[in-house]
């Protein structure tokens, strides 16, 4: 079993970052991919970003290139989310999720363990 507790969501003025954690356990964390989802009120679970079991590999949703960034350190089993200039539509539960597997971490599906969440609201 993995445990995973996100933390660092809060309400923000547009134009503004936020830098999302994750802490696992339970697991060996240097043998996990991790990926960061989200999901805003009415809508399906969308990826977000992953990063590979030894942050050597990163992938983003196309539209979030260039704002958020991921990033972990397998010394303290903490994934991260930097997110940038954050804008309305960002608003939504954001969540961490580990996968044992190495591909497909685009997907929902891949991932069976996931966090409680954490809600980001970015204001106008």
């Known amino acids: 079993q993995v445990q995973l507790v996100e933390s660092g969501g809060g309400l923000v003025q547009a134009g503004n970052s936020l830098i999302l954690s994750c802490a696992a356990s339970g697991r060996t964390f240097s043998n996990l991919s991790m990926g960061w989802f989200r999901q805003a009120p009415g809508k399906e679970r969308e990826f977000v970003a992953a990063?590979?079991?030894?942050?050597?590999?990163?992938y983003y949703a196309d539209s979030l290139k260039g704002r958020f960034t991921i990033s972990r350190d397998n010394a303290k089993n903490t994934v991260y989310l930097q997110m940038n200039s954050l804008k309305p539509e960002d608003t939504a539960v954001y969540y961490c999720?580990?996968?044992?597997?190495?591909?497909?971490?685009?997907?929902?599906?891949?991932?069976?363990?996931w966090g409680q969440g954490t809600q980001v609201t970015v204001s106008s």
């Open positions: 990063i590979s079991w030894r942050g050597d590999l990163t």
């Open positions: 999720a580990a996968s044992e597997g190495r591909y497909r971490l685009v997907y929902v599906s891949t991932y069976g363990y």
